[in-house]
């Protein structure tokens, strides 16, 4: 999918709404188990009732591959289920020595290798360029590189301070020099939205997947505000909230009820900061 698409996307959508499948067996609403393959039952009603007020989905590889083969099945039959507009995000983290990443690339990028066809796959830049330009090896694939998390420890290494700044700073103004913001985008945690302002000096034309809002606590209206450009340049994901909104019969609806909650307030913030 291209940036221009993205955007299209989005406009037509009045939504920058992502979906995060992040289905934990554990979790999913007890009638659903004795479906053949709960996860994707789960994932494939949460799709059915969310699709029109979102713009991508994003599931999170690590509760996949917890379920060992079964779990790849489960992915693999989610990702060719999406619909095609909207854009795809494998979020794996990955990042390893060039020969490697360009394996993690082939499993996220080549369904005629893996069965998996994502647009998009997030990646980890400790290891530096060339862990990561193999996975933009891959004509109109996307890399979504780590750049300022939520979580607690993500101070320990990305507010580091360096010459040029922040350590986080040095890898989105040195990770410029591997892809365009047609090809690249950053994740920025939403709890870090007093940071977005200055990250738009750097970034100012790539989009951001911002992880946080919803459960997280994570604040809508500033993320908006501080992160969003001319052509939107914002995924604000959205997980738990959604997708374990209820546990019961009429979980597909309650997650319906709530990805229609958060795509009515970014129509007010497209219309309002979108410029």
Not at 16 to 21: E, P, V
Not at 45 to 74: H, M, R
């Amino acid at each position: 999918m291209t940036y221009e698409a993205l955007f299209e996307h989005i406009s037509q959508k009045k939504s920058y709404l992502c979906i995060g499948l992040d289905t934990d067996i554990r979790k999913i609403p007890a009638h659903l188990l004795k479906e053949s393959d709960p996860v994707f039952e789960f994932n494939k009603q949460i799709i059915d009732a969310t699709a029109d007020y979102c713009v991508s989905y994003k599931p999170n590889i690590a509760f996949y591959e917890a379920l060992g083969a079964k779990g790849w099945e489960s992915l693999q039959k989610t990702i060719e289920y999406i619909p095609k507009s909207h854009f795809t995000i494998a979020d794996a983290k990955r990042g390893d020595i060039g020969n490697t990443s360009g394996l993690y690339a082939r499993t996220f990028f080549d369904p005629s290798s893996s069965g998996l066809d994502f647009d998009s796959v997030t990646v980890a830049p400790y290891m530096g360029s060339d862990s990561v330009t193999p996975f933009l090896d891959f004509e109109g694939k996307w890399v979504i590189l780590l750049a300022l998390t939520s979580n607690s420890g993500g101070a320990d290494f990305q507010r580091l301070e360096t010459k040029e700044g922040f350590l986080y700073e040095q890898v989105l103004k040195t990770s410029q020099t591997w892809a365009g913001a047609d090809r690249m985008m950053y994740v920025v945690g939403a709890t870090q939205a007093h940071d977005l302002a200055s990250i738009r000096t750097i970034v100012p034309d790539h989009f951001l997947l911002v992880p946080g809002v919803g459960a997280q606590g994570g604040n809508l209206e500033e993320v908006s505000r501080y992160g969003m450009n001319k052509s939107c340049g914002l995924l604000v994901n959205a997980s738990r909230s959604i997708i374990y909104a209820s546990n019961g019969l009429d979980f597909a609806q309650k997650a319906k009820e709530e990805a229609q909650v958060l795509q009515k307030e970014m129509a007010v913030y497209l219309d309002k900061y979108c410029k």
